[in-house]
Protein backbone atom coordinates (compact mmCIF):
# COMPACT_ATOMS: atom_id res chain seq x y z
CA UNK A 1 0.00 0.00 0.00
CA UNK A 2 1.13 3.51 -0.80
CA UNK A 3 2.27 5.41 1.91
CA UNK A 4 3.67 9.10 2.45
CA UNK A 5 7.35 9.02 4.01
CA UNK A 6 9.14 11.76 6.24
CA UNK A 7 12.80 11.89 6.60
CA UNK A 8 14.34 12.83 8.95
CA UNK A 9 12.59 10.81 12.11
CA UNK A 10 14.20 12.87 14.71
CA UNK A 11 16.20 16.19 14.16
CA UNK A 12 18.38 18.30 16.91
CA UNK A 13 19.13 21.65 15.74
CA UNK A 14 20.84 24.48 17.88
CA UNK A 15 18.67 27.46 18.19
CA UNK A 16 18.95 29.67 15.25
CA UNK A 17 19.84 27.06 12.92
CA UNK A 18 17.88 26.48 9.49
CA UNK A 19 16.10 23.13 9.21
CA UNK A 20 14.47 21.45 6.10
CA UNK A 21 11.85 18.60 7.16
CA UNK A 22 11.61 16.42 3.99
CA UNK A 23 8.14 14.53 2.97
CA UNK A 24 7.64 11.96 -0.01
CA UNK A 25 3.68 12.36 -0.88
CA UNK A 26 1.89 9.10 -2.60
CA UNK A 27 3.12 9.68 -5.75
CA UNK A 28 -0.36 10.71 -7.65
CA UNK A 29 -1.84 13.19 -5.00
CA UNK A 30 -2.08 16.53 -5.61
CA UNK A 31 -2.81 18.17 -2.10
CA UNK A 32 -0.19 18.47 0.29
CA UNK A 33 0.13 19.39 4.04
CA UNK A 34 2.30 20.03 7.22
CA UNK A 35 0.99 19.93 10.54
CA UNK A 36 2.58 20.03 13.85
CA UNK A 37 2.59 18.49 17.67
CA UNK A 38 3.89 20.32 20.79
CA UNK A 39 4.43 17.49 22.98
CA UNK A 40 1.46 16.87 24.91
CA UNK A 41 -0.91 19.08 22.57
CA UNK A 42 -3.31 18.66 19.99
CA UNK A 43 -2.34 18.45 16.04
CA UNK A 44 -2.11 21.79 14.73
CA UNK A 45 -2.63 22.50 11.12
CA UNK A 46 0.27 24.68 9.59
CA UNK A 47 -0.33 24.99 5.96
CA UNK A 48 -1.85 23.45 2.38
CA UNK A 49 -0.38 23.59 -0.81
CA UNK A 50 -1.61 22.77 -4.14
CA UNK A 51 -0.47 23.17 -7.63
CA UNK A 52 2.44 24.66 -6.61
CA UNK A 53 1.66 27.20 -4.38
CA UNK A 54 0.36 27.95 -0.90
CA UNK A 55 -3.60 27.35 -0.67
CA UNK A 56 -3.92 28.07 2.96
CA UNK A 57 -1.55 29.09 6.05
CA UNK A 58 -2.43 29.59 9.47
CA UNK A 59 -1.14 31.60 11.78
CA UNK A 60 1.40 29.33 13.24
CA UNK A 61 3.04 29.84 9.20
CA UNK A 62 5.09 32.74 10.06
CA UNK A 63 7.90 34.25 7.51
CA UNK A 64 10.27 31.52 8.89
CA UNK A 65 8.37 29.21 7.45
CA UNK A 66 8.39 28.11 3.64
CA UNK A 67 6.71 25.35 1.95
CA UNK A 68 8.57 24.04 -1.57
CA UNK A 69 7.77 21.29 -4.06
CA UNK A 70 11.14 21.41 -5.49
CA UNK A 71 10.94 18.17 -7.70
CA UNK A 72 7.92 16.11 -8.59
CA UNK A 73 8.81 13.86 -5.52
CA UNK A 74 9.26 15.91 -2.25
CA UNK A 75 7.57 18.51 -0.32
CA UNK A 76 9.28 20.12 2.08
CA UNK A 77 9.38 22.35 5.09
CA UNK A 78 11.91 24.88 5.70
CA UNK A 79 12.47 26.75 9.37
CA UNK A 80 14.40 29.56 8.56
CA UNK A 81 15.78 30.53 12.54
CA UNK A 82 14.36 27.76 14.35
CA UNK A 83 13.60 28.86 17.99
CA UNK A 84 12.83 26.83 21.36
CA UNK A 85 9.41 26.51 20.57
CA UNK A 86 9.39 25.18 17.25
CA UNK A 87 10.12 21.89 19.09
CA UNK A 88 7.33 19.16 18.11
CA UNK A 89 6.73 16.46 15.78
CA UNK A 90 6.08 17.74 12.02
CA UNK A 91 3.58 15.65 10.05
CA UNK A 92 3.38 15.73 6.04
CA UNK A 93 0.02 14.68 4.84
CA UNK A 94 -1.28 14.40 1.20
CA UNK A 95 -4.99 13.98 -0.70
CA UNK A 96 -5.56 12.83 -4.22
CA UNK A 97 -7.58 15.35 -5.47
CA UNK A 98 -10.23 18.24 -4.22
CA UNK A 99 -13.00 15.25 -3.34
CA UNK A 100 -10.92 12.77 -1.58
CA UNK A 101 -11.86 12.29 2.19
CA UNK A 102 -8.93 10.67 3.15
CA UNK A 103 -5.87 12.44 4.03
CA UNK A 104 -2.78 9.89 3.99
CA UNK A 105 -0.23 11.33 7.23
CA UNK A 106 3.35 10.37 7.49
CA UNK A 107 4.70 9.22 10.56
CA UNK A 108 6.51 12.57 11.36
CA UNK A 109 9.90 14.12 12.30
CA UNK A 110 10.55 14.78 15.82
CA UNK A 111 12.50 18.37 15.60
CA UNK A 112 14.25 19.33 19.11
CA UNK A 113 15.94 22.80 19.17
CA UNK A 114 18.45 22.97 21.64
CA UNK B 1 -15.83 24.64 10.65
CA UNK B 2 -18.38 23.06 13.21
CA UNK B 3 -16.82 22.68 16.49
CA UNK B 4 -16.94 19.41 18.12
CA UNK B 5 -16.81 17.90 21.90
CA UNK B 6 -15.66 14.53 22.69
CA UNK B 7 -14.83 12.64 26.54
CA UNK B 8 -11.61 13.05 27.37
CA UNK B 9 -10.96 9.18 27.73
CA UNK B 10 -12.55 6.27 27.56
CA UNK B 11 -11.65 2.52 28.76
CA UNK B 12 -13.09 -0.55 26.99
CA UNK B 13 -12.42 -4.11 27.40
CA UNK B 14 -10.35 -6.31 25.05
CA UNK B 15 -12.78 -7.77 22.57
CA UNK B 16 -15.93 -6.03 23.66
CA UNK B 17 -17.63 -3.14 21.28
CA UNK B 18 -15.69 0.62 22.03
CA UNK B 19 -18.75 3.44 21.47
CA UNK B 20 -17.23 6.97 21.20
CA UNK B 21 -19.77 10.04 21.39
CA UNK B 22 -19.04 13.10 19.65
CA UNK B 23 -21.12 16.24 20.20
CA UNK B 24 -21.28 18.52 17.30
CA UNK B 25 -24.64 20.44 17.56
CA UNK B 26 -23.63 23.52 15.15
CA UNK B 27 -22.74 21.25 12.17
CA UNK B 28 -24.44 22.73 8.85
CA UNK B 29 -25.82 20.85 6.15
CA UNK B 30 -22.94 20.74 4.07
CA UNK B 31 -20.15 19.25 6.79
CA UNK B 32 -19.37 15.83 6.96
CA UNK B 33 -18.30 13.99 9.96
CA UNK B 34 -14.88 12.52 9.84
CA UNK B 35 -13.39 10.34 12.40
CA UNK B 36 -9.22 10.00 12.64
CA UNK B 37 -7.12 7.93 15.37
CA UNK B 38 -3.32 8.74 16.35
CA UNK B 39 -1.53 5.71 17.78
CA UNK B 40 0.86 6.93 19.94
CA UNK B 41 2.39 9.64 18.37
CA UNK B 42 2.55 8.59 15.24
CA UNK B 43 0.62 10.29 12.45
CA UNK B 44 -3.06 10.18 12.26
CA UNK B 45 -4.96 7.80 10.41
CA UNK B 46 -8.01 8.21 8.61
CA UNK B 47 -10.82 5.95 10.20
CA UNK B 48 -14.50 6.61 8.47
CA UNK B 49 -16.33 9.36 7.09
CA UNK B 50 -19.93 10.23 7.01
CA UNK B 51 -22.82 12.61 6.10
CA UNK B 52 -26.12 11.42 7.29
CA UNK B 53 -26.56 7.88 6.68
CA UNK B 54 -24.81 5.36 8.76
CA UNK B 55 -21.49 4.23 7.52
CA UNK B 56 -19.25 1.26 7.54
CA UNK B 57 -16.00 -0.41 6.32
CA UNK B 58 -13.53 -2.83 7.98
CA UNK B 59 -12.09 -0.81 10.47
CA UNK B 60 -15.20 0.82 12.17
CA UNK B 61 -19.11 1.58 11.84
CA UNK B 62 -20.13 5.43 12.21
CA UNK B 63 -23.50 5.93 13.51
CA UNK B 64 -24.90 9.84 12.65
CA UNK B 65 -28.35 10.87 15.19
CA UNK B 66 -30.99 11.50 12.52
CA UNK B 67 -30.73 15.74 13.52
CA UNK B 68 -27.04 15.17 12.55
CA UNK B 69 -25.95 16.89 15.88
CA UNK B 70 -24.09 14.31 17.16
CA UNK B 71 -22.42 10.48 15.83
CA UNK B 72 -21.15 7.49 17.54
CA UNK B 73 -17.45 5.61 16.20
CA UNK B 74 -18.15 1.88 17.57
CA UNK B 75 -15.12 -0.25 16.93
CA UNK B 76 -17.11 -3.90 17.16
CA UNK B 77 -14.22 -5.66 18.79
CA UNK B 78 -11.34 -3.67 20.28
CA UNK B 79 -8.11 -5.05 20.57
CA UNK B 80 -5.08 -3.80 22.46
CA UNK B 81 -4.01 -2.28 19.07
CA UNK B 82 -6.83 0.57 19.30
CA UNK B 83 -5.56 1.89 22.30
CA UNK B 84 -5.08 5.27 20.55
CA UNK B 85 -6.55 9.07 20.55
CA UNK B 86 -10.00 9.19 18.35
CA UNK B 87 -10.57 12.51 16.92
CA UNK B 88 -14.10 13.49 15.37
CA UNK B 89 -13.66 16.60 13.04
CA UNK B 90 -16.38 18.15 11.11
CA UNK B 91 -16.24 20.36 8.02
CA UNK B 92 -16.94 20.88 4.30
CA UNK B 93 -14.61 18.33 1.60
CA UNK B 94 -11.73 19.57 -0.32
CA UNK B 95 -12.79 21.36 -3.21
CA UNK B 96 -16.06 23.46 -1.71
CA UNK B 97 -13.93 26.60 -0.89
CA UNK B 98 -11.86 24.62 1.10
CA UNK B 99 -8.36 23.33 1.15
CA UNK B 100 -8.79 20.18 3.00
CA UNK B 101 -6.82 21.03 5.59
CA UNK B 102 -8.47 19.03 9.03
CA UNK B 103 -8.62 21.18 12.75
CA UNK B 104 -7.79 18.57 15.47
CA UNK B 105 -9.24 18.94 19.04
CA UNK B 106 -8.15 17.11 21.85
CA UNK B 107 -10.21 13.79 21.16
CA UNK B 108 -11.10 11.11 23.41
CA UNK B 109 -7.92 8.69 24.66
CA UNK B 110 -9.46 5.09 24.16
CA UNK B 111 -7.86 2.92 26.56
CA UNK B 112 -8.54 -0.64 25.47
CA UNK B 113 -7.18 -3.44 28.32
CA UNK B 114 -7.22 -7.14 28.66
Known amino acids: EPEVTQTPSHQVTQMGQEVILRCVPISNHLYFYWYRQILGQKVEFLVS????????KSEIFDDQFSVERPDGSNFTLKIRSTKLEDSAMYFC????????????FGPGTRLTVT | DAKTTQPTSMDCAEGRAANLPCNHSTISGNEYVYWYRQIHSQGPQYIIH???NNETNEMASLIITEDRKSSTLILPHATLRDTAVYYC???????????????FGQGTTLQVKP
Open chain 1, 93 to 104: ASTLTSESYEQY
Open chain 2, 50 to 52: GLK
Open chain 2, 89 to 103: IVRVPSGSSNTGKLI
Open chain 1, 49 to 56: FYNNEISE
